[in-house]
Structure formats: structure tokens, C-alpha cells
């Protein structure tokens, strides 16, 4: 719905308007964190839609589908079932009614999830779904990416640019691959070198390239402590919502 219909419907009912918060950025920049915890506070819900394209990635490597075979991916991207739970506390994943959670975490994803979502039908097939979710979404909602403010909720009432620097992103991401593997050392080299080549082909592509709406506001988390990142959100969201 709208910017203007949904703020019609509402105060038709004196309901609070909903709230359409769009966070866009690279990998590793405290999209999901800041996202989550910012849907808590003010009580709104929250889409991660990456998830979303890992989930599409997983189900096209278990199923056989060449990943590197766009044309292969865009005739099996209507296939899988994708439903995501957009409760900020509880965030879930399923595929065909299947827990993803934890599989499309792996590696093998990771490595795949660019190519499959750099093909238009897959893209168009999982935009269409993270919009009907922001429309149904009762307060309002976080939903974070990496073209939310660009092309899935280009009216969205307030929008977040994420970055910092690689080193940053990747002692972040270190940090998480050490606890995952059960504090066993991390190569912070070769998890930068990840990020930036995952980062090259997102903001490379041609459909829906990851980059900064015009109207998004910019905020570096380099030296910020995750709080600091939430508290400055919450501000802005605070701010629109009091403006009108
Ligand atoms: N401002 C911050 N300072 C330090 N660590 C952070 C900050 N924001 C997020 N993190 C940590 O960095 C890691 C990646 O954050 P995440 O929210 O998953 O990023 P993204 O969704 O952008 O990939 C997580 O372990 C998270 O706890
Ligand atoms: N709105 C979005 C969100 C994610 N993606 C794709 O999904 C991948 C995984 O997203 P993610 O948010 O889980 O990535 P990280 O949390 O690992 O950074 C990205 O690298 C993009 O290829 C996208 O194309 N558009």
C-alpha cells in the first residue's frame, strides 16, 4: 500500500500511522543487528530479506539447479515456498515449510547467493513478497537489505545507508565465524577479501544493485558501539514520526 492510502486507512481509525523503515547496506555494516533491536523498541515488526535470498539460494543447491545457470535459476525461482516470521524477538525462516534457519548460514550459501540474486526473476519473484509483508505489517516495519530504499520501498518514511570499513566489517564477521567454530582462529584477510568480492558483485549487478538511495541517510558504524547505531535510528524514526 502506499505512503498516503496506508496513512488514510489508519486514521480513519485513529490507529497509529505505520511506520516503514528501510536499512540498506553491505554486508557486515550491523544491518541485522541494528534492525532487530530498533523493531524492538518501537515495537514494530522486522524482515530480514536477506534471509530470504539465502533461503532461495539453499533450495536451488539442494535441488540440483546450476547456480551459475541464470536462465536454470529464473525457470525454478517461482517454485520454492518462502515464508518468513517477522517477529523482531524470534525472526523465522521456512522453505517449504522446512526450518532454513540454520542451512542458509552455511558456506555453500554464502558463496552461491550472489549469483542467484543477481538474476531478475528470482528478484522480482522475492520483492513482490517483502512488499506484501510490509503492507501487512500492523505498526510498521524494519525491513533491511540491500535495495530496500531504492527499489522495494522507495516511499518508505525513513531510510538508513549502513557502512563501515572493511576492517571493521571483517574483525565483526571474524568474530562470529571464531564463535561458530568453537573459538578456533579466524584468516581476517581472507574473511575482508570475502566481504568485498561479496560486496562487488551486489553493488555490480544490473537489476537492484546495492547502493545508497538519494534520500537515505548515511551512517558510518565504524567507531559506533551497536547501541550507538540503535540509539541514532531510533532518533531518526522518532524525528519523522513527530514531523508528520
Ligand atoms: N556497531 C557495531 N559495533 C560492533 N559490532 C557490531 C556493530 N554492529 C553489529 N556488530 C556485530 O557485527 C556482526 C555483523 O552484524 P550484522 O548485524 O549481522 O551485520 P549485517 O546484517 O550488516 O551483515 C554481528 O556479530 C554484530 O553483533
Ligand atoms: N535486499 C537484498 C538483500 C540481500 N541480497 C543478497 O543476499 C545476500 C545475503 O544477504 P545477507 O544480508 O544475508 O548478507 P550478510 O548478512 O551475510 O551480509 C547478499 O550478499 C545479496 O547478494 C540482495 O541481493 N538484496
Redesign the pocket.
Known amino acids: 500500500m502506499a505512503a498516503t492510502s496506508r496513512q488514510a486507512a489508519s486514521e480513519s481509525q485513529d490507529a497509529p500511522v505505520p511506520v516503514i523503515v528501510a536499512v540498506d547496506?553491505?554486508?557486515?555494516?550491523?544491518?541485522?543487528?541494528?534492525s532487530r533491536a530498533v523493531a524492538v523498541k518501537l515495537g514494530l515488526s522486522y524482515l530480514d530479506t536477506?534471509a530470504q535470498y539465502r533461503a532461495i539460494t539453499w533450495w536451488m543447491l539442494k535441488h540440483g539447479v546450476d547456480v551459475r545457470d541464470a536462465s536454470a535459476v529464473a525457470a525454478a525461482a517461482d517454485r520454492p515456498e518462502i515464508v518468513s516470521g517477522t517477529d523482531p524477538v524470534d525472526p523465522t525462516i521456512t522453505v517449504d515449510g522446512a526450518d532454513a534457519a540454520g542451512p542458509i548460514r552455511t558456506q555453500e550459501v554464502t558463496d552461491a547467493v550472489s549469483a542467484v540474486s543477481a538474476v531478475p526473476g528470482v528478484r522480482a519473484r522475492i520483492t513482490e513478497l517483502q512488499r506484501a509483508i510490509a503492507a501487512g505489517a500492523p505498526t510498521g516495519i524494519v525491513v533491511?537489505g540491500r535495495d530496500i530504499g531504492t527499489t522495494v520501498l522507495p516511499d518508505a518514511d525513513v531510510k538508513i545507508f549502513?557502512t563501515a570499513s572493511p576492517e571493521a566489517r571483517a574483525a565483526?564477521?571474524g568474530?562470529?565465524l571464531k564463535a561458530a567454530g568453537g573459538g578456533q582462529g579466524v584468516d581476517l584477510d581472507a574473511t575482508r577479501e570475502a566481504l568485498l568480492k561479496r560486496d562487488a558483485a551486489d553493488s555490480g549487478r544490473k537489476t537492484s544493485p546495492l547502493r545508497k538511495a538519494d534520500d537515505a541517510v548515511e551512517v558510518d558504524?565504524t567507531e559506533?558501539?551497536?547501541d550507538?547505531?540503535v540509539e541514532c535510528v531510533v532518533t531518526l524514526i522518532e524525528e519523522k514520526r513527530q514531523a508528520g
Open positions: 547496506g553491505p554486508s557486515g555494516t550491523g544491518k541485522s543487528s541494528t536477506g533491511e549502513l565483526r564477521r568474530g562470529e558504524t559506533l558501539a551497536l550507538q547505531v
